[in-house]
């Protein structure tokens, strides 16, 4: 079993950064990916990218690209979601996920979820 928790949200204004972290308990085999999602108001939950734990690699989507980075730190119980240049449209709710074996896209593929927290860009 996986808990994960998510911090660092907060209200930002345009241009800014804010770095959110995920820290996680439980066997580091049931967390191989972590994914980092987002709902904006009045939308579905989508992915912003993920983390393969094992092998060091990342995906974001295009939204995100260049300016967020995923990266854990040296204890392996923290992934953290670095976002520079944020703009209105990056308002949401950010989520961390964790799942065994490889990464996926899809939203319905992870099994943990954190509670979440809230970025808004004015």
């Known amino acids: 079993h996986v808990q994960l928790v998510e911090s660092g949200g907060g209200s930002v204004q345009a241009g800014g950064s804010l770095r959110l972290s995920c820290t996680a308990d439980?066997?580091?085999?049931?967390?191989?990916?972590m994914g980092w999602f987002r709902q904006p108001p009045g939308k579905e939950r989508e992915l912003v990218g993920y983390?393969?734990?094992?092998?060091?690699?990342?995906y974001y989507v295009d939204a995100v690209k260049g300016r967020f980075a995923i990266a854990k730190d040296d204890t392996q119980n923290t992934v953290n979601l670095r976002m520079n240049s944020l703009t209105p449209e990056d308002t949401a709710m950010y989520y961390c996920?964790?799942?065994?074996?490889?990464?996926?896209?899809?939203?319905?593929?992870?099994?943990?979820w954190g509670q979440g927290t809230q970025v808004t860009v004015s």
């Open positions: 439980g066997p580091l085999r049931f967390r191989n990916c």
């Open positions: 996920a964790a799942k065994p074996g490889i990464c996926t896209t899809r939203v319905d593929g992870y099994d943990y």
């Open positions: 983390l393969n734990t094992g092998l060091g690699n990342t």
